[in-house]
């Protein structure tokens, strides 16, 4: 995956840095649009990646964005996005970012609570405008991932309860607001398909009960969730973007002109992204071989976070020997560690280090801790 040239032009940069192959986003960005039918709609999760020059590739590909803040709508819409393709989601907007959203007239809300809805009702009459959302539904679906990234499930605090759906004719009250569409997101780097299929079913169960009811659903948002190969992810480079796709065009009853909509981050962007890190020092304690490197959990917290793998690969050695290492960062945490007993060849100081899968929470969940400084990014047609 790295050419010997590749690798010369990383030893003359400032480690640590982001690496991103633009060659592989656009492969996955081709594989995505060649999955999609005339009533599917997909707009990017940005906050699985924020960085601009990926944005901009995104944005030529003519995706929409899924938006959790103003922050990040304003960030969009200022990289030149329309504000009539971002979707504004996440159970915690302030009045503040509802109204930001209302006056850039973005596309639609993502609703995660009956009070929230009468929170944009209100701001809404106030600037005399009828705003369009879809509410987000709790379908009570374990989704086979880690507890901290699972959305789904009657444990977590995302959406409306199940029980509550019967509410929903009666906010057709609600003067200002314009019920239509449903959404769901079940959960992140889900592997096994089945819980997406379990979706389908009470998707299918609760637009039978609008229908009844006489409310007109234009879209129905399934959110995203797929996950990518962290283990062998130079085998599985491009996401299964038709199957997924494919499993809910066929497994929703649709009306005429309504449409599916996902929103999609990790699956686009996870593999095109790398962190290059140089090792510091190489010691021994006790029985444990440790690498620390000039990288830390401020430029990758998902192994602290969530105990998540990724390939670690020494770019530079000319060893053949192997050794079972922890290999760690600098920061004072002991949470500050990539992989334990990660089966390395033999490393020394100096050997630069590869990260993959790090397109997708990465960057954007990094961080200044210790103070340490914010990283550059390198792209693979300018380096």
Not at 34 to 62: A, C, D, E, G, Q
Not at 252 to 261: A, G, T, V, Y
């Amino acid at each position: 995956m790295f050419q010997s040239e590749l690798v010369k032009r990383f030893i003359n940069l400032s480690t640590p840095f982001y690496y991103y192959d633009l060659e592989i986003l656009e492969k996955n960005l081709l594989n995505l649009k060649n999955s999609l039918k005339p009533y599917n709609k997909v707009h990017f999760s940005v906050k699985s990646n924020t960085n601009p020059r990926i944005l901009s590739v995104i944005k030529n590909f003519n995706l929409g964005i899924d938006a959790v803040s103003a922050n990040e709508i304003k960030h969009c819409i200022n990289l030149g996005f329309t504000p009539r393709d971002i979707v504004f989601a996440g159970v915690g907007k302030s009045d503040e970012e509802i109204e930001y959203g209302i006056i850039n007239n973005i596309s639609y809300f993502n609703v995660e609570s009956l009070q929230e809805l009468k929170v944009i009702d209100s701001i809404s009459k106030k600037f005399s405008k009828k705003t369009t959302v879809s509410i987000r539904i709790n379908p009570n679906i374990k989704s086979e991932t880690h507890k901290k990234i699972q959305t789904g499930s009657s444990d977590d605090k995302f959406g409306i309860d199940l029980n509550d759906i019967s509410h929903i004719p009666k906010l057709r009250k609600l003067e200002n607001i314009n019920i239509t569409g449903l959404h769901f997101h079940i959960g992140s780097q889900i592997i096994n398909l089945k819980p997406f299929h379990d979706l389908c079913m009470i998707s299918n169960e609760i637009l039978n009960y609008l229908r009844e009811n006489d409310i007109k659903i234009k879209n129905i948002n399934v959110g995203g969730g797929l996950g990518i190969d962290y283990e062998y992810p130079e085998n599985n480079l491009l996401s299964n973007f038709k199957e997924f796709i494919n499993l809910f065009n066929n497994g929703i009853r649709l009306d005429k002109n309504q449409s599916i909509h996902f929103e999609l981050g990790r699956s686009i962007v996870g593999q095109c992204g790398f962190l290059i890190s140089k090792i510091l020092y190489s010691k021994k304690s006790y029985d444990k071989n440790f690498l620390i490197l000039d990288s830390g959990m401020n430029n990758l917290i998902r192994p602290a976070l969530y105990n998540s793998k990724h390939k670690i690969s020494n770019l530079t050695s000319k060893n053949s020997d192997h050794l079972n290492y922890d290999v760690a960062g600098p920061i004072c945490e002991s949470s500050d560690t990539f992989a334990k007993d990660y089966r390395l060849v033999k490393s020394i100081r100096g050997d630069l280090i590869a990260i993959h899968s790090c397109g997708a929470y990465a960057e954007s969940m990094s961080s200044n801790y210790n103070l340490r400084d914010n990283i550059n990014s390198y792209y693979s047609d300018t380096i």
